[in-house]
């Protein structure tokens, strides 16, 4: 593979210049930032009616029930992504995934305005999701595979979180009837933007790059990405390898390797658990502490914080601090706000705020280092992975926070969390940073030796 800064590739009649994020490049990262902002709008806004419903249905228990089925979905989709992604193009994979989840938006919402068991309406959460983040690991794959750096990747994410926070305050804007949720043109526009905003991840699937064996396209960054076997690491063409050590003896030394570590899937779940559900309860915790006309401002405050995740995590990367240590840090970031949010809603918004910035951080820094340790045939995988283990920590932190607490003493829940975080970042701290003296005497010994 050519690995100039630019290259001439032919195209039509003629020539177009091309780099590592060339004009053809930009232009496929662009429409990939689109559809996936416009679906996340969408979905946003839709999911935001649903909550509120839920809260004005059966209370902050029933808004918890959906928001747990929501993060098991994402916890399903790992397992499920990597099966289809084993068997299916980037294409087959974004169209069959987007129109499922068209079809599940629509029943969900439908189901709980007509009145269906709450239990029912979980269900088919938890499938909606399923098939939205089967659909997102491959949005991700297809950005990875035009720009395989990390800083790309998080400008994905960091755009899709701050039109999410939009969505929902629009959602929380918009009137409401007697039955707790927008009526006649409202709720038909409602119907239309939450189904309708896949329609751009659909059109942009026509032009995937991803398929089971690596990347179709011949245009292909500096580390291919593929769903399953047969995507190797390019530093030259297959065909000038070795014999016997092509892209073959690539697949049978990358299949070896497990695609994600245990201890990054352990530290980043456990992080969710204690840190996450304020966050993820953000809507209805808002709306039962200083009513649903301050949600919008929550939502601002969050879109602002993501805004600035980038800068954050280049602030904090530039410390050199062990993984595990800066995402407890991105941990306490995300509670501290809600020390003080039943007392005013100035610290609920200072709460988001800080949330916007520490979670898209962490989970941007999470992805990015799982993705780097991946093989390169299971980065796909990784990614699911990742994104799955921290909704199962999320999960549990939404079912049980309504169980532990009342919105009232959220506070006394956030409390107990810090004091864990905290004393975890002390004692990674002590062992990651403080030299042991066996530690430091080789290191004079090294010292000496080089002077």
């Known amino acids: 593979m050519d690995t100039d800064r630019t290259r001439r590739e032919p195209t039509g009649g003629g020539h177009r210049r091309i780099g590592p994020v060339g004009l053809r490049r930009a232009g496929r990262l662009r429409e990939l930032v689109v559809a ?11 999911w935001t009616i649903l909550i509120l419903l839920a809260v004005s249905r059966g209370g902050l228990a029933e808004a918890a029930l959906y928001n747990a089925a929501m993060l098991i979905g994402v916890v399903l989709s790992a397992p499920v992504t990597g099966w289809l992604a084993r068997r299916w193009s980037g294409r087959t994979l974004l169209r069959g995934a987007a129109g499922t989840e068209i079809l599940l938006r629509v029943g969900a919402l439908a189901g709980l305005i007509a009145g269906l068991p709450s239990w029912l309406i979980a269900l088919a959460v938890t499938a909606m999701h399923v098939a939205a983040w089967v659909g997102f690991a491959a949005m991700r794959a ?9 800083r790309s990747m998080t400008r994905y994410a ?29 709720l038909i526009m409602i119907f239309i933007g939450y189904a309708g905003s896949l329609l751009p991840t659909i059109i942009s699937a026509g032009r995937a790059r991803m398929t089971p064996d690596g990347v179709a396209r011949r245009i292909m960054p500096a580390r291919i990405l593929g769903y399953a076997a047969g995507a190797p690491a390019v530093s030259a ?24 570590s245990p ?9 969710m658990l204690l840190a996450s559900g304020p966050t993820l309860l953000a809507v209805p915790l808002t709306t039962e502490l200083h009513g649903r006309h301050w949600v919008a401002g929550a939502a601002i405050a969050f879109s602002i914080g993501c805004l600035l995740a980038t800068l954050a995590v280049e602030t904090i990367g530039s410390m050199r601090l062990p993984a595990v240590l800066r995402w407890t840090l991105w941990g ?16 609920v918004l200072i709460a988001q705020f800080l949330a916007g910035v520490s979670q898209t951080a962490f989970e941007g820094d999470m992805d990015a ?25 999320g999960s549990v932190a939404v079912k049980m926070l309504p169980v532990l607490v009342t919105a009232q003493s959220i506070d006394r829940a956030v409390s107990a969390a810090v004091l864990v975080l905290g004393l975890a970042a002390l004692v990674l701290w002590t062992l990651t940073s403080v030299p042991r003296p066996a530690v430091a005497r080789r290191r004079a010994t ?3 030796i080089a002077a």
């Open 36 to 46: 996936g902002v416009v679906d996340s709008f969408g979905m946003a806004l839709g």
């Open 142 to 150: 297809e950005v990875a595979a035009v720009d395989a750096r990390p």
């Open 158 to 186: 960091l755009a899709i979180a701050a039109v999410e926070a939009a969505g929902t305050g629009l959602g929380a804007l918009l009137p409401v009837g007697a039955g707790g949720y927008p009526t006649g043109a409202p």
């Open 237 to 260: 063409p297959a065909a000038a390898s070795p014999a016997g050590e092509g892209v073959t003896g690539h697949r049978r030394r990358s299949s070896r390797r497990a695609a994600v």
């Open 263 to 271: 201890r990054l899937l352990v530290a980043g779940g456990g992080i």
């Open 332 to 347: 306490l970031a995300m509670l501290i706000g809600w020390l003080g949010a039943p007392l005013h809603v100035v610290s």
């Open 369 to 393: 280092l799982v993705a780097d340790e991946a093989p390169a045939d299971g980065i796909t995988t990784a990614l699911a992975y990742s994104a799955s283990v921290r909704a199962l920590g």
């Open 446 to 448: 090294a010292r000496r």
